[in-house]
Structure formats: C-alpha cells, structure tokens
C-alpha cells in the first residue's frame, strides 16, 4: 500500500483497508516483522472514526478499595516475623516502601493476554514478564492499582529451570505496587519468568483501561480505551511502571466479536472461535516504556451507515490527510524512519487530555481531530493542526526516546510544542508559524514566567525551544536521536550531545552550563542597553531578573542574584538603514563594550528578531529613537522586532521600568502597520490593560484612545465582502488573521460600527433561520469571525439571540461550530443567563465534559461572571493601579497621536 494511494482515500476506506490487510497477514510468522519493516514507508495511516451524538456516561461507582481488600495481605504479622525473611544484610528491608521501584530487576518482556468482557466492563490477564535479575533480591516489586491478582509463579531460566518457591504475595496500596516475596534470592544475571492472571473493572474514569460512551441511532454504545501516562498502565496490568523499564510487548485481545480492537502494533494473528469471540494478536513491539503502551476495543459498524446518510462523512480527512505529510516529514527531519509499521488516530468523545501520543495508536478528543471543512474557520484548523503535529512528533520523541524520570518530560513536551511550529510551518508555509510562536508562545511564557511564583511547566517548555535560538541545533538532532533510539535520555545527556556537536563544528562552548543558567533557575533577565556618556562610542549591558511585581523583587529575590549567561544581537540602525548583526555573549551583572560610531540620531536594537529569551530595554532616548523609526519607516525593523517591541514596551512599563505613557506612544505607529504579529502582539497587550481598567471611571479615555489607533485600519480592511450565492474566498491566510484582529479590536473597544455590522449579521440569520432552515454554511456570516459575530450578538442584543443560539448549539453536529455558539453563550452578561448555562452544564447530559471544561473556562474569562481570577494576578493588578493609574489616566487625558 503506497502513500500515494493512501491520501485518496477517505477513512472508512483506509480502515477497510487495513483490515483486509490484517487478514492477509493473519497467518505471517514470526519472521515476516522484518519483512513488513522493511516496507515502512507503506504506512498504514488509518482513523477509526468514533462519532458522538452527546453523551455523558452514567457513572458507575465502582468501588476498587474493596476488591483491593480482598485481595491485598498486607504483612499483618508481627514485626519479628517479617525481619527474618528480610535481608540478613541490614539491606533494602521493606523495598516497596520507597516512592519509585527498587532497580534490582530489569523487565525485557511482557506478554499479556486479555479477555474483555463489554457486557460486565470486566477483563480478566494472564501475564508473563521475562526479568533480568541486576543485583540479587528476594522481592519482585512492580505496579499494580486496583487489580485483583489471583495466582502468581515465578520460574528460573537457569541451568535448572523449574518453580522457585514463594513465600508470599500481596499488595501495597499506599504505594500502588504489588510484592512477591521468594524464600530464596534470585541472582544476579540470570533470567526469570513471572506468571500472574489478574481481574479488574474498566472503569468509568478516563484513566488506565476506561470505557466511554456516545450515542447513535438513539442508543448508547460503548468503546474501551487506554490512558496510560503518565502513571495509569498499572491500573491495567501489573508491570514495572516507570518510563526507564523499557521493554517489548506482545498484547493479545480477547472480545466478542461484535467489537473491533486495535493496538500499538498491526495485529498479526487473528481468529474467530465458535462463541463468537474474536482474539487478535499483535505484533511484538519494539522496546518502549509502559506509559505509550495502548489498546482500544470499539465497534465500528455503524460508521459505515454514517458515512452513507453522508452526515458525517470525511470529518476525519483532514487529519488522515496532514498525518501523511508529517510522517515524511518527520522522518527526513530526524532522519530516522518511522519504527512502527503503522498509525492509528483513534477519535474518542471524552479523553483526560486532548490528546495521547501512544506509539502507533494515538488517541484524540474528537474535538482535536474531527472538523467539518465547509463550516471551520482557520483559527480552528490551525489549532487541530497543531496537536496532530504534535502528537506525531512524539511517535519519535517520547516513544522512540523516552525521559528518564517525569521531572525531564518537559524535553519531550518541549521538543513537541516546538515542533507545533515547525510542523505547522512545513505544512502550511502561508500561515507563517515560526512568526506565531512569538506572540502565542514566547510572549504568552515571558507573561507568566514574569510572575513571582512562576509556572515551571511552561517556562521549561520554552526554553527547550530556545535551543534553537542560540545554536543551530539542526546538526546535532540526528546523533541524538539515534543515539537514543529505544532507550531514556535525561537533560544531562541532551546538553552533552549538543555539546559535542558544537565542539565538531569548531566552537567551544559548554552548553550544560549554560543551559542550566536557563533551566535550572527560575525566571529571566532584562538587559538593559544604553549608551555610555562618560566613554565615547560605549554601550553599558546590564541584566536583572525581570518581575512584573517590584515588591517581591525586593523581598523575595533580595538575597539571591540570579545572573544569566546571555547571547545578546545588537543592531544600530538609523532612519533608513540597519546595520548587520553582532553577537554579544553577557555574562556579568554590567559591562560595557565598545562599539563602532553611535551618531546622535543612531538607534539600537537587542534581540534581533525575538530569538532569546529575555526581554530588552533602552535608555529613553533610545525608545525614543525606535518609536520615530517606527512612525516613519517601520519595515526597517523586521516584523518580530516590531513585536517583540511593542510586547517589551507593555511589560516593561507594566513592571514599572518604563513610564506608563511609552506604550501608548508606539501604538501610535499601528495605522502604519501591515503585518498581522505586531498587531497580534499589541492586541494582546491591550487586552491586558483593558482588563485592568475596565470598571474604572475614566475607561473611556483608554478605550477612545485605542480606537483611534484602530480605526483607520479597520475602516480601511473593513469586514469580508461577500456575494449571495459566493462562497467565501478566503485571502490568504495572515491577511485574514489581520483583518480578524483589527474588527475584534474594534468591536471590543466599542466601534459602532463594527457591532452594528456584528448585529446585522446575527439578525440576518434569525430571520432566515426562521423562514426557511438554511444551515450556517447558507448564512453570511464569515467562517473566520463567527466567533465574533456570535459574541457581539449575545452580548449586544437581547434575550432572544441568546435563545437561539442556545438552541443552534444543541442542533448543531459540526464541532467547531458548536465550540464558537458555546463560547458565544458566555458572552452575556446577563447573570441569570450565565447561571442557567452554568447549571445545565453541570446538571445534564447535554455537553460531554470537554465542553463542559471549556464553559467553565470561559464564564471564568467573563468578568461579569463570579470567578475570580488567580489571586496573585490580582494582587499585581492592584498594585498596577494604585500606582499608576492616576497618572496613565492623566496623561491620556493630554494627549493624542499626531
Ligand atoms: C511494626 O513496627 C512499626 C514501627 O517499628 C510499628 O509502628 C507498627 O505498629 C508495627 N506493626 C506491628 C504489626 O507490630
Ligand atoms: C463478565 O462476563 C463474562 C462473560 O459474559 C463472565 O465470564 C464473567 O464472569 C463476568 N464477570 C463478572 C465479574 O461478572
Ligand atoms: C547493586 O548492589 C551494589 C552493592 O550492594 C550497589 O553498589 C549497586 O548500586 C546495586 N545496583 C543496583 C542497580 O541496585
Ligand atoms: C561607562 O563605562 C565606565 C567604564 O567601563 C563605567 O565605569 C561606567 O559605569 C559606565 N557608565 C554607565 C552609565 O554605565
Ligand atoms: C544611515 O547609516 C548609513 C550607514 O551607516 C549611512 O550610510 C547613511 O548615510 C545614514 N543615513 C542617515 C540619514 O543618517
Ligand atoms: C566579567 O567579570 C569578570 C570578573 O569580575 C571579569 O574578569 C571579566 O573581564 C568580565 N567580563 C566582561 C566582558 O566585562
Ligand atoms: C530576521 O528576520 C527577517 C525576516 O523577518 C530576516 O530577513 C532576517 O534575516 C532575520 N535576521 C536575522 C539576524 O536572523
Ligand atoms: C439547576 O438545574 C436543576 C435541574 O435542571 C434545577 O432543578 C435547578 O432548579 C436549577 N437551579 C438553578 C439555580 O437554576
């Protein structure tokens, strides 16, 4: 099966397809693997489509503590007793007590064999693990949470093999680990055998083996999935569950046969016994930790008749169709192909996450993977995109290598997001993606990363990024993947590599140090660049670690200094002209460095396009300088620059380095802005400041301010002209995003303008929703601002719209359309209504609990709502405001652009 006849198809073909193809192989011995290997660029990409009419599932309580009391002997007898099996030694005594698995045996193995009974939501396992045995132990100590074992062997694969004698076996729950204890010790480089048959329940949970549930036809079906990471596999089977016991494993599914199954790997033996159950064999995998291990059990033989009232047919083209192209490019990318033979993207109604990335079995919320191309608007594509590409990039790091230890699983997560980017941008080379990782990544983390009690999630993540800002890591990806294939890395390795391969490329320079600088502390700098007046042609750097909030500067950071060792570009440029780049490393708190011939009317700019991760400031005259440069000649300054500025201008004045009415000085310049990131950027910005000052007096200042720097542009791009009968050309793809963002700006600032146009769309479509039944896709409104359309209207317009959007949510199939109604419901400030949503919310079985989640979410972002926002935030506001406000507002008062 070729790639080229692969994109054709439509997913219920591919899926067929993939089923005769196990039908064919059911009879291939062992050795065909190689065979089929070899093949790899045959990938079989199929999406198992899992449709869902809206369902919560009823909850079942199932209670695991009793059947773990059941089962588990915990060592009730005394003291005494239990020390005398113990280790003479004075060693490990009780090895189960510990938080992570003593490391005396090594698993090489699993073969696990299941039987799944959908009518009870039960399965029973039988389990063989193959051990190697590194130092000499009497407990086998490995993972099991809520699973009832009922026999267990262990056997010897020495000279002579046979039973070893146990002494006892039981759980420990407080650990979720199961103990078998041996009257002799098992010796160190020799193999053994473990056999357990265990029970449990698929539970109603989202995680380990769950089932979920959707609606068809008026009937409740089923599906089994597994959600493994990162500590859920030994809710399944009992094994070794840390991501460092990498293994093999060969899965064996038993079910009735009404039910298809599917696994990390193809199946390679499949068959029908007279009861009608149906087993499938898989494929033994290639070595991989228990978290991305993955099977499903679902039904689809109604997709078919789905597909065929054509509701919902190629919902899932466009992801089958992307998945093709990342996986060449992935593979040319790391230069390593693909390890498995092929790829399933399983759609599911309800998931933990988004997304899992379990090796050749990733598992998608349907809202991440389904969309209706007629009706999506580029926003909600580009966010599907963005998780398949990133779940794929985990097909190679996090499943062919794999963290140590979940505190280095932000290389993986980092690597990934990165590639959001990257991916994104192979694909769709208009939507200019390395450019968007500024303003929806980098400004987004310098945000929260600015705050005393930083996320250290999402400052790691970037950071990994910024590898590739400060060398060109492209050279040193391939020796570290296949270096790493099938095994863990861990931090120290990955700076090592890259040390390595910048040391061949002739510099020398110690990465680990630095990147520990980065990683390891928390926060990052702000360099300051200023001219030197006591020394002609010198320029003074200094850093300090940047925080939005002085206070904690002082009390909390006063006694550590945390310093950075910084690659700085600098540019100087004047009116018409900029200089090339110079690469400055700063590493002490303050330096001065001698440069060429700085004229009076010569600028300088830090930071060249955005790639370091700090932010940058001038002396005033410099600001002065750029502000000028920007009013007369912007595009001197690359457009990351420009927003890069305008964010380092808000967050800076926003900390309090610079004076408050600098930011409102370089949006002046925006009228004379083309490029969509500077306006994205500033729009960002400004919502920020609106937030803080939207229930003051004076918020009319703010926001006539900032409609006169919005409306020439808007009034200028105007909204998408559309024809009867037209459909929508859509222009290309940041001309779009532009022009969305300059009419959101304009209607969340007030233009009347803007929200009679919002108006009259939405009255539009009530009446000819009422006259004739025209689907959305009929009505006028363009896909790229329903959402905005559809917020204006609730929020504008009276109670009826509310209503009948609240019904279109409820009809509607399509998911992003629904996702945009629902958000639209929330943007009343009608409290009674936001009650009544909240409550249905929460009381029916009308929104499965992904949208629930985004309700929530975004009542929570309405201020007219009752939540309140994260305390700290709050507190940094009202510091904002006390000592700012007065004289912001004063200033803007005086002043207008000119
Ligand atoms: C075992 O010893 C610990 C501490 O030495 C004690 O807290 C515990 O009660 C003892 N358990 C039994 C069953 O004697
Ligand atoms: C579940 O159903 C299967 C097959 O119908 C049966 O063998 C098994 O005993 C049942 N399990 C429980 C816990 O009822
Ligand atoms: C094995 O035991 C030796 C000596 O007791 C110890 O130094 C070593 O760390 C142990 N190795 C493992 C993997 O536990
Ligand atoms: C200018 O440079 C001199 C010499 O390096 C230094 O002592 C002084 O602090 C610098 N001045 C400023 C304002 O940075
Ligand atoms: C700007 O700088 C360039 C190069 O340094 C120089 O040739 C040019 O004359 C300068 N222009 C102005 C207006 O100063
Ligand atoms: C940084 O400080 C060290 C020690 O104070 C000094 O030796 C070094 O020259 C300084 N580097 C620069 C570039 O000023
Ligand atoms: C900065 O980005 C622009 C594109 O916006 C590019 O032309 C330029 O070469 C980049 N400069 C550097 C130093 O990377
Ligand atoms: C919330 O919904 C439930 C059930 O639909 C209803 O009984 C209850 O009165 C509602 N509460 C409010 C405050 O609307």
Same mark, same amino acid.
């Given at each position: ?119 009870? !939501? ?104 597994? @959600? ?55 494929? %033994? ?48 990318? !790391?230069?390593? #192909? ?52 990133? =779940? ?105 590599? !890259? ?24 926060? +990052? ?65 303050? =330096? ?35 502000? @000028? ?103 290309? +793809? ?45 009505? %006028? ?49 009608? #409290? ?51 000592? +700012? ?14």
């Amino acid at each position: 099966m070729g790639i080229e006849e692969l994109s054709v198809r439509n997913s219920r073909v591919v899926s067929d397809r993939w089923a005769d193809s196990v039908a064919v192989r059911s009879r291939a011995p062992e050795r065909h693997i190689t065979v089929h290997k070899r093949l790899i660029l045959a990938f079989s990409t199929s999406i198992l489509m899992l449709l869902v009419v809206t369902a919560i599932a009823v909850t079942l309580a199932v209670n695991f503590e009793k059947c773990g009391e059941n089962v588990a002997t915990p060592p009730t007898g005394s003291n005494r007793t239990r020390n005398r099996n113990d280790d003479p030694r004075g060693g490990d005594v009780q090895p189960w007590r510990r938080s992570r698995l003593p490391t005396a045996l090594w698993p090489r193995h699993y073969d696990l064999q299941l039987s799944i009974y959908m009518n009870n !939501f039960t399965f029973s396992g039988e389990l063989n693990i193959e051990l190697e045995c590194v130092n000499a132990t009497k407990f086998i100590v490995l993972h099991a949470d809520r699973l009832r074992v009922d026999k267990v062997a262990v056997y010897s694969n020495a000279k002579k093999p046979g039973a070893m004698r146990i002494h006892r076996h039981f759980s420990y729950p407080q650990k979720q680990v199961y103990i078998i204890a041996l009257h002799r010790e098992m010796k160190p480089l020799r193999t053994y055998k473990i056999q357990l048959s265990f029970q449990a329940q698929i539970q109603n949970r989202l995680l380990g083996f769950f089932r979920t549930s959707y609606m068809l036809h008026g009937e409740r079906r089923y599906a089994a999935v597994t @959600q493994f990471s990162p500590t859920h596999a030994r809710k399944a089977f009992p094994c070794f569950d840390e991501p460092v016991y990498k293994a093999t494993f060969r899965v064996t599914l038993t079910h009735d046969a009404f039910y298809r199954s599917v696994s990390n790997m193809p199946v390679e033996l499949s068959s029908l016994d007279r009861d009608g159950w149906l087993t499938n064999r898989f494929f %033994r995998t290639p070595r991989m930790s228990t978290y991305y291990v993955s099977w499903a059990v679902c039904d689809f033989s109604y997709r078919e008749t789905m597909t065929h009232d054509g509701v919902m047919s190629g919902f899932g083209d466009y992801a089958l169709h992307i998945s093709k192209s990342l996986l060449n490019f992935y593979q040319d990318y !790391f230069r390593v #192909t693909y390890p498995l033979p092929k790829l399933d993207l399983l759609a599911v109604p309800k998931l933990q996450y988004a997304a899992m990335e379990n090796w050749g079995l990733s598992v998608f919320v349907e809202q991440k993977i389904l969309l209706d191309p007629e009706i999506v608007s580029s926003s909600y594509k580009m966010d599907l995109t963005m998780v398949v590409v990133h =779940e794929i990039c985990h097909q190679w790091l996090g499943d062919l290598v794999t963290p140590v230890w979940w505190d280095e699983v932000w290389i993986k997560e980092g690597f990934a997001h990165y590639f959001e980017f990257v991916a994104s941008d192979f694909l769709f080379p208009g939507w200019k993606m390395k450019q968007r990782f500024l303003t929806d990544v980098l400004h987004e983390v310098l945000l929260l990363d600015g705050i005393a009690a930083s996320y250290p999630v999402s400052q790691e993540l970037l950071r990994v990024a910024d590898i590739h800002r400060v060398f060109d890591w492209i050279s040193y990806k391939k020796n570290y993947l296949v270096r790493h294939q099938y095994g863990n890395t861990a931090r120290d390795d990955l700076w090592n590599s !890259f040390s390595q391969a910048v040391r061949r490329e002739g510099r020398d320079i110690n990465i680990k140090e630095v990147m520990d600088g980065w990683t390891l502390q928390m926060g +990052y700098p702000v360099v300051t660049i200023s001219r030197n007046q006591s020394l002609e042609n010198s320029i003074s750097f200094s850093q300090e670690h940047f925080l939005y909030d002085m206070d904690a500067k002082i009390h909390q950071f006063s006694d550590k200094s945390l310093q950075w060792q910084i690659p700085l570009n600098l540019a100087v440029g004047n009116i018409s002209h900029i200089s090339s780049v110079s690469l400055i490393w700063i590493s002490n708190k303050t =330096e001065t460095q001698r440069v060429g011939r700085i004229g009076e009317e010569t600028w300088l700019l830090g930071n060249i396009n955005q790639t370091g991760y700090f932010r940058v400031n001038y002396d005033l005259h410099n600001w002065r300088l750029l502000i @000028q440069q920007l009013m007369i000649n912007p595009t001197i300054i690359s457009v990351e620059n420009r927003a890069g500025l305008l964010d380092d201008v808000f967050s800076l004045a926003r900390a309090g380095y610079l004076p408050q009415n600098l930011p409102m000085q370089i949006i002046c310049y925006l009228s004379k802005e083309d490029d969509f990131l500077p306006w994205h950027a500033a729009s960002r910005a400004l919502y920020q400041l609106d937030k803080l000052l939207d229930r003051t007096e004076d918020y009319s200042l703010f926001s006539n301010y900032v409609l006169q720097q919005v409306e020439l542009k808007y009034h200028k791009l105007d909204w998408p002209r559309v024809k009867a009968g037209d459909s929508f050309k859509q222009a290309t +793809y940041h001309a779009d995003e532009l022009q969305r963002e300059v009419i959101i700006l304009a209607c969340s600032f007030g233009n009347k303008h803007c929200h009679r146009q919002a108006m009259s769309l939405v009255s539009e479509w009530l009446s000819t929703d009422k006259n004739s039944n025209l689907s959305p896709t009929l009505c %006028r409104i363009p896909p790229s601002l329903r959402d905005v359309v559809y917020c204006t209207g609730v929020s504008l317009m009276d109670e009826d719209v509310w209503e009948f959007m609240w019904k279109k949510f409820q009809s509607s199939s399509a998911i992003s359309e629904k996702k945009d109604l629902l958000e639209a419901l929330t943007c009343s400030d009608n #409290t009674f209504l936001l009650h009544r949503l909240l409550n249905t919310s929460l009381n029916s079985e009308l929104l499965p609990d992904q949208e629930l989640i985004d309700v929530l979410i975004h009542v929570a972002r309405n201020p007219h709502a009752l939540f309140s926002r994260a305390l700290e935030v709050v507190q940094a506001n009202v510091k904002w405001q006390q000592i +700012y406000q007065e004289s912001f507002f004063q200033w803007l008062s005086k002043s207008s652009c000119v």
